[in-house]
């Protein structure tokens, strides 16, 4: 038992070693999260049939990848990452009767957006192990559809799946702005983000339909690694 806590205590004291920012060191840190995803003036729409104007909500998805970082000085770092992550936009549930007493329910309506991006970011730690950063962002869209869910009188259910990779732009460029913070001890860090994207994800956009971009909140959890 005693071998055994001398072994845990020297890979604590080992793990917090590694974890100190120190100037000329690299690190790699593997993380997984989520990510609630809209885009940017994405319309309202109306489905005639129920004579309903149907808002839009948040779309959740996962983001899975790896950053690598080089700590310059004490208080500045950057870093460069590549990840896989769900995005897109969603639009809230509905459900009507026709005229004809026939119910209806509309589920599940979305644009998923996959993306592989490469975000590479200046790290200022304001104290031990809080930083604030802000850095550019360059995705290469791996998939596009719109999916929905009609479902008639509970019985019938038709799901739509269509592939739009077509209609979008193959390439995103996006602002990454947020806040990351190591637990105490153990280099395990939070990492907090706000994606804004800069290009259209539609292309040959037309003029009524500018400014569909890609507005991320990303959230996820990683473990550090020195090099």
Same mark, same amino acid.
């Given at each position: 038992?005693?071998?055994?806590?001398?072994?845990?205590?020297?890979?604590?004291?080992?793990?917090?070693?590694?974890?100190?920012?120190?100037?000329?060191?690299?690190?790699?840190?593997?993380?997984?999260?989520?990510?609630?995803?809209?885009?940017?003036?994405?319309?309202?729409?109306?489905?005639?049939?129920?004579?309903?104007?149907?808002?839009?909500?948040?779309?959740g998805g996962a983001v /899975?990848?790896?950053? #690598?970082?080089?700590?310059?000085? *004490?208080? $500045?770092? &950057?870093? %460069? +990452?590549?990840?896989?992550?769900?995005?897109?936009?969603?639009?809230?549930?509905?459900?009507?009767?026709?005229?004809?007493?026939?119910?209806?329910?509309?589920?599940?309506?979305?644009?998923e957006l996959n993306y592989?991006? /490469?975000?590479?970011? #200046?790290?200022?730690?304001?104290? *031990?192990? $809080?930083? &604030?950063? %802000? +850095?550019?962002?360059?995705?290469?869209?791996?998939?596009?559809?719109?999916?929905?869910?009609?479902?008639?009188?509970?019985?019938?259910?038709?799901?739509?799946?269509?592939?739009?990779?077509?209609?979008?732009?193959?390439?995103?460029?996006?602002?990454?702005?947020?806040?990351?913070?190591?637990?105490?001890?153990?280099?395990?860090?939070?990492?907090?983000?706000?994606?804004?994207?800069?290009?259209?994800?539609?292309?040959?956009?037309?003029?009524?339909?500018?400014?569909?971009?890609?507005?991320?909140?990303?959230?996820?959890?990683?473990?550090?690694?020195?090099?």
């Open positions: 038992m005693k071998k055994l806590m001398m072994i845990a205590a020297m890979m604590v004291a080992t793990l917090s070693a590694n974890a100190q920012f120190e100037p000329g060191t690299f690190s790699i840190q593997p993380k997984v999260g989520i990510n609630l995803a809209k885009v940017s003036n994405m319309p309202k729409f109306t489905d005639t049939d129920a004579n309903k104007t149907v808002d839009r909500t948040l779309l /899975i990848g790896a950053e #690598a970082e080089y700590q310059i000085a *004490k208080p $500045f770092s &950057v870093a %460069a +990452g590549l990840n896989f992550s769900m995005q897109g936009c969603q639009w809230e549930d509905y459900d009507y009767t026709d005229a004809a007493g026939i119910k209806y329910e509309e589920k599940d309506n979305k644009i592989l991006n /490469i975000p590479v970011v #200046a790290n200022f730690y304001l104290f *031990k192990g $809080f930083a &604030v950063k %802000a +850095g550019v962002q360059m995705g290469f869209l791996l998939s596009a559809k719109t999916k929905g869910t009609e479902i008639i009188d509970k019985k019938s259910t038709t799901n739509v799946d269509v592939d739009v990779k077509d209609y979008c732009n193959k390439v995103d460029f996006s602002i990454p702005v947020g806040v990351s913070y190591q637990v105490p001890t153990i280099p395990i860090y939070i990492d907090a983000r706000a994606i804004f994207g800069l290009k259209d994800i539609i292309k040959d956009v037309p003029s009524d339909a500018k400014n569909f971009k890609n507005q991320v909140f990303q959230l996820t959890v990683g473990y550090k690694f020195k090099l």
